[in-house]
């Protein structure tokens, strides 16, 4: 039970300021259990890697390093951004044509620049979190390096680097 003497920070983690944190195992194997750092992630990822840190089956989330403008991207599903630092504008156009199929998991690629209707773009900052509604196509764009994760589908984007980035000891 807390007293009022005793009392607890919580520190905001940065590209520029984190700490890596870890797992303790107790009586048991280390590998059967997965621990990452969304900011250490994105501080080792190029300008929009859509790297894996969790998933269950079909979903997972995705540590981005947004940086500068990204390409275009759709999908046939909804996915969620939610901004762990800095701010990101999000530009969002609805497509004339789902360019996604409907059976196609993840993102995909554009190609060039979309055809639709602008819906116009939305500004999130730290712990701010937008939907990114399917068949529309969307832009990320940032002034200074951010991070982002986003809660989406196993697609031909999504990048596994399990060995690279979870804690084996």
Known sequence: MLTTEQRYQTEFGSLEHYEKGGVEVINDNPKNYAFSNVFEICSNSKPYEKVVFGINQIYVLEAIR????????????????????????????????ALAPAEKNGAIL?????????????????????????????????????????QTCLGELSVQKWAEICQTR
């Not at 940086?67 to 004339?96: N, Q, R």
Request: aromatic share 8%.
């Open 66 to 97: 947004a940086e500068g403008v990204s390409p275009w991207y759709t999908c046939a599903h909804d996915e969620f951004a939610l901004c762990m630092d800095k701010e990101v504008e999000i530009h969002l156009v609805k497509l004339d044509t």
């Open 110 to 150: 554009v190609g060039g620049e979309p055809v639709g209707a602008k819906m116009g773009w939305i500004k999130i900052k730290r712990g701010h979190q937008a939907l990114l509604p399917a068949n529309s196509a969307y832009q990320f764009r940032t002034e200074a390096p951010a991070v982002v994760v986003l």
